[in-house]
Structure formats: structure tokens, C-alpha cells
């Protein structure tokens, strides 16, 4: 499977190894405060206002939870810090571009659509067609990841940073990118929208954290989604549109809070097989935790997401069932895998767009550039995880014609990049 071939490079190795031996001996290292890293984020921007200050307790709890179970290595350690101060410093100058650009607080966001569904059934492909339109603005990776200043200035050089950084995840980890395409001018799921708050599953996808992900799924994330508005704002001021096209699979799990700042939100469901979803997602989950820990559990990894998972869709079940019907597409893996362009259509007839055939041409390029860059096959198993629960998804499996569970169906899979 891709999590066998999964071997950070020899120096890494080598390097978390000597860590791990210095630890065995007692010499533990510290738990990073977040009054430490906050300062760091100071000096490093030369500015002061973060804003509301209720994220000091997420923040807190995510760097204590990481210290005492996520077991990191000395490349997670490195990462979380230098993470943390570049999203803390990402606030800071948000903050301060809101102060120097005043037009950014009245950027009205309307309609905004969000793709949703259980991880890894299309959303990503979806979203990258979608993104074809010019009339549809979508977050890009470089403008997530240096979003400040919010206008052209040093775009070359900030999209260049950006792939050196996901050269180095490449590099760390040289199967992911068969499991998850990455790209700097590629679209970006909206959940980064939501890190500068520290109160995102962004970081529970990362690390063994379960202290910090208990406490967070049971918090109110309207706040969150606030920040996550403003964020949008920013973006839109540098580049507008007709509409936003934004996706996460995780929006389903705090779909009350996203409708309570997005009231006008319109969906996109798609669906798969959950036993299928659940094992790709647990394996994209445990080839990312391998990078920062040497320690990961991919039978906890699969448990937790079958728990998650089933709980975010009797979530936003419950709610898109108090929606008008046209304010939800609903699209299947299947079809999105087999005729991509023609489930895309099915988009463009559901929310009464018009698709010009100089988008489905944008479109059909897209998949063609997609095709050449193959970045191998992701193969799992979905016995390697021994999922159990399975009866979570028994209501969802019937309202969308899956088959039950106990079914028996074979477990291995390979599918392309999503």
C-alpha cells in the first residue's frame, strides 16, 4: 500500500532517531507556551494587534495537547512552531491591512457555495473544475499561505515561497503526493481560512491530538467562521467575482455555525461508499501524521475518523433538510469519476448558471494538464485500519443507496490524487 512505501529521506531519519535516543535518556524537551511563540510573531512582523484575543486558549490547549500525546519527532517539533508563528504572524498582518485598506471590511460576500461530503469522494476534483470559470473565485494556496499584502506586489515571489514549502512536504513525505495533489496556484480547501483562530480540524488532521480535538468539537465555532468571513474579505479585495466556490469536507460538522455567518450558503454534497471514504481519508491521515511523529496508530487513526465522520453527517444532514431543496446539488463519487465534466454540468443546471463553452473548454484543459501531471496511483486497504462502527453511516447508506454495512465487498482500492 502507498503507507508501506511511505520512508521520510535517510537524514531525516537519522535525525528523528538521534531525538528519540536524547529523549530516552530524560532530557525531554519543554512544552512551547504560546506566550513564547506569540512573542516570536512580534518580532518576527514588527506589529502588535492580533484582534480579539480569544485565540490564546486554543492555542494554548493545541500546544500542550501536541506536547504531551502527539509524541512529535524533531521535524514535528520544528514544524509545529514554525507553523504556529506563520499563522500568528498571517493575523497579525491581516489586522493590520484591515486597518490600512478600510474597503476590505465592506467586501460583501453573497451566496458563497461549499463543497461538502466525506473526505475524499471528488470534492477536490470538483472543486478544481469549478475553478475553471473566471466568474468563480476560489482560495489558492499561495494567497492562504501569504496572504498579506492584499494586492499583486511580490505575487511571483510569494507563490515561489509557497512551492518551496510544499517541496519540502514532498520531500519529507514522497507518496503524499499521490494520495493529495498539491500546487501553490492550486485551489485550497477554506479550512486554512479558519487556522488563525486555532480552533481547526487543519491541526487534528495533523497530529495525535486527542485532548485538544475533544475539547474543540465541543465549542461554538461561529467566532471561527467570523474570522473565516474576514479572511474571505481579504481575499476579495485583492481579486473579486461573481461568486465564491470554497470546500471542505469538515464544514459539515459545523454546519450551524457556518450558516449562522453564511445564511445565504448554498451546497454541494457529494457522496461515496463511507467504508471506501473512511479508508482512503484514514490512510491520507496516517501518511501525513508519519511526517511529524514516529509514532502513529492507523487503527486509532481509522476509529477516530469513523467516529468523526459519521457524526459530521447526521449533522449536516439534520440541516440541509431545513434548506430549500435548490440550495443543494447533490453528485455522487462515482459520477464525478467517471464523466467529471458532465457532473460539473450538472452543477451549472442546479443553480441555473449558464457553462459557456469557453469554461467547458477551460474545463476539459484542466483535466488533460491534471492527467499529464500524474503523480502515481494511492493504494489502501481498508482491513489495514479495521474499521468498526460502521452502523454510524446506516441511516446515510440508506437515504443515498449504498449498501448497508455488513455487506461484504472487497477491501482493497487504489485510486488517482485528490
Not at 293 to 305: K, L, N, R, W, Y
Not at 339 to 344: H, L, M, N, Y
Not at 348 to 370: C, D, I, S
Amino acid at each position: 500500500m502507498t503507507i508501506d512505501e511511505t520512508s521520510a529521506p535517510l537524514v531525516i531519519r537519522l535525525l528523528n532517531s538521534c531525538g528519540s535516543a536524547i529523549e530516552r535518556t530524560g532530557l525531554r524537551s519543554k512544552l512551547v507556551t504560546a506566550a513564547r511563540l506569540i512573542e516570536k510573531a512580534k518580532c518576527r512582523s514588527q506589529l502588535e494587534d492580533f484582534g480579539e484575543p480569544d485565540f490564546f486558549e486554543p492555542l494554548s490547549r493545541l500546544l500542550e495537547s501536541c506536547h504531551r500525546e502527539a509524541r512529535l519527532n524533531v521535524i514535528g517539533k520544528l514544524a509545529l512552531k514554525n507553523d504556529v508563528v506563520r499563522i500568528l504572524c498571517n493575523r497579525l498582518l491581516l489586522m493590520r491591512d484591515r486597518q490600512r485598506y478600510p474597503e476590505i471590511a465592506k467586501q460583501e460576500i453573497r451566496e458563497p457555495i461549499f463543497i461538502v461530503g466525506l473526505p475524499r469522494s471528488g470534492t477536490t476534483l470538483l472543486h478544481t473544475l469549478l475553478a475553471a470559470n473566471p466568474a468563480h473565485r476560489v482560495p489558492l494556496t499561495w494567497e492562504i499561505m501569504s496572504p498579506s499584502p492584499p494586492d499583486p506586489s511580490d505575487r511571483e515571489a510569494r507563490i515561489r515561497s509557497a512551492n518551496h514549502d510544499l517541496a519540502m512536504l514532498r520531500w519529507l513525505a514522497p507518496t503524499f503526493e499521490s494520495v493529495h495533489a498539491t500546487g501553490a496556484e492550486l485551489p485550497q480547501e477554506c479550512v486554512s481560512l479558519i487556522s488563525p483562530t486555532f480552533m481547526s480540524d487543519q491541526f487534528d488532521t495533523m497530529y495525535n491530538i486527542p485532548s485538544y480535538r475533544g475539547w474543540f468539537f465541543q465549542q461554538d465555532l461561529r467566532p471561527a467562521y467570523q474570522f473565516h468571513r474576514r479572511f474571505l474579505q481579504h481575499l476579495q479585495f485583492r481579486r473579486s467575482a461573481e461568486r465564491w466556490i470554497l470546500k471542505a469536507p469538515a464544514h459539515m460538522f459545523f454546519a450551524p455555525a457556518l450558516l449562522s455567518v453564511y445564511p445565504d450558503a448554498k451546497f454541494i454534497q457529494l457522496h461515496r461508499d463511507p467504508i471506501d471514504a473512511v479508508a482512503s481519508v484514514s490512510s491520507l491521515v496516517t501518511i501525513l501524521r508519519r511526517v511529524f511523529s514516529d509514532s502513529v496508530d492507523p487503527i486509532q487513526v481509522g476509529q477516530d475518523a469513523m467516529i468523526y465522520w459519521s457524526d459530521a453527517l447526521k449533522i449536516f444532514l439534520q440541516v440541509r433538510d431545513q434548506l430549500p431543496a435548490e440550495r443543494v446539488c447533490d453528485l455522487s463519487y462515482d459520477e464525478v469519476r467517471r464523466d467529471p465534466i458532465a457532473a460539473t454540468q450538472r452543477v451549472y443546471e442546479h443553480f441555473g448558471w449558464k457553462l459557456q463553452p469557453q469554461v467547458e473548454n477551460g474545463m476539459r484543459a484542466t483535466l488533460t494538464e491534471q492527467n499529464s501531471r500524474s503523480n502515481g496511483v494511492h493504494r489502501y486497504n481498508a482491513a489495514y485500519f479495521q474499521l468498526k462502527g460502521a452502523n454510524g453511516f446506516a441511516d446515510y447508506c440508506q437515504r443515498f443507496g449504498f449498501a448497508p454495512s455488513g455487506i461484504s465487498r472487497p477491501t482493497e482500492r487504489a485510486e488517482a490524487a485528490a
